[in-house]
């Protein structure tokens, strides 16, 4: 008998062709998100298995944050399909329980056991209560649930699910290019994103002097948070400055904000075209501020051809408020550091753009010029995943 990790799939197993791409992308990804670890993995079409003989906690702790899993397990393999075989090892395995009422649930994947699933429970419950003393079966709500999966060569026994994740293996999607502030939305944008597959390089437009560097680093702060989920990140910080103040300086200030959305838009796309990434993402909500209003929007968004992704349009802000404190970005998303908008933002910014003005009014700088040098002269940043503090439980 050997104690495994296994991981049961859900929606990846609706994948029909494509399931070898799915799976083989997600054992990567486990293989990534456990390096450094004695592991060896495997799968078929139903499971997919962690052999190790390293830690089972730390192991449980890095799997859980691996898109593309519904649930995980930790297991017993035995081999065969010998009811009493089985039945011995189970008798084993329960004195390390404290219970009183059980139930067994049986799966039959090797389809030559003739016995049904409910034959196969009721057989494996009358083998406990005739071997184990004082226990009962109970069917709603019992102390200990026996899960027995009868395989192709071997059986699993289990007593505990953990949930996983969901969603898809990133990766399996492409790459997109999140727009990422130091705001709360756009990390919790990132998020989403990659849930579904996509595995994102983000952008940050700065603008020193005007932006400290602790705003910067709050930026990589948070990449460094979604790369535990991406398996890393690439990070593009373009210098905003000489664009920001020549809007400043020449445009009417109602239209500050509308004009240097355009801007970061124009240059997000040109870089996500060089990265082959399909998709912008950002973490505009509508209605939120002035800049996100559905005209707003409009006139922002007809810059770019590329698709923008909006994960949060629909959300109410409390509610992107919890995702953010779920996934640890929030307690950096509020430190006090200015962003690059919130410096230059009018008292009175236009609510619904023409676009008319706005092309009028990008007349008056030269912008083309500016995004070129910006986009040339662009810092690349690898960020790697954040550590543990393997000492923080101790402190
Ligand atoms: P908050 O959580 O306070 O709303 P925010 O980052 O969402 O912060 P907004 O002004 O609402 O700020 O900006 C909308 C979106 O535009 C952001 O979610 C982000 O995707 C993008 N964005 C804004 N500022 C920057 C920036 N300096 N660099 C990169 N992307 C930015
Ligand atoms: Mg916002």
Known sequence: MEKVIFIKYGELSTKKENINFFLNKLKENISFALRG?????????????????????????????????????????????????????????????????????????????EKTSVELSKEMGAFILKNVPNKKVL?????????????????????EKIKGLGGYPVGTLGKGLLMLSGGIDSPVSGFMSIKRG??????????????????????????????????????????????????????????????????MYRISAIIAGRRNCKILINGESIGQVASQTLTSMRAINEVVRIPV?????????????????????????????????????????VINPSIEKCLEYEKLIPYEELIYKSVKEHEIMKIEAEEKNEFAELL
Do not use: W
Request: hydrophobic fraction near 40%; proline fraction near 4%.
């Open 37 to 113: 670890m004695k592991v060896k993995i495997d799968y078929d079409l139903g499971r997919m298995f962690i052999h190790t003989e390293d830690s089972f906690d730390e192991i449980l702790s890095k799997v859980t944050k691996v898109f593309g899993i519904h649930e995980i397990n930790v297991g017993y393999l035995i081999l065969g399909n010998d009811i009493l075989e089985v039945g011995e090892e189970i008798k084993k395995l329960l004195l390390d329980y404290d219970f009183r009422t059980f139930k067994v649930e049986s799966k039959r994947s090797n389809k030559i056991i």
């Open 198 to 263: 996509v595995k994102i390089e983000a952008v940050y437009f700065e603008s020193p002097p005007h932006t400290s560097r602790e705003a910067k680093d709050k930026v990589i702060k948070l990449a460094r948070k979604l790369a535990v989920y991406n398996n890393d990140i690439v990070l593009h910080i373009v210098n905003f400055t000489d664009i920001q103040e020549a809007i400043y300086k020449n445009i009417p200030h109602e239209y500050l904000i509308t004009i240097m959305r355009r801007m």
């Open 139 to 159: 069917v709603n709500n019992p102390d200990l649930v026996i899960n027995i999966e009868y395989r192709v060569g071997n059986t699993l026994v289990y007593f």
């Open 309 to 349: 992704i909006r994960p949060l349009a629909c959300f109410d802000k409390l509610d992107i408020i919890d995702i953010a404190k779920k996934i640890d970005t929030y307690e950096t998303s509020i430190l006090p550091f200015e962003d690059c908008c919130t410096i230059f933002v009018p008292k009175h910014p």
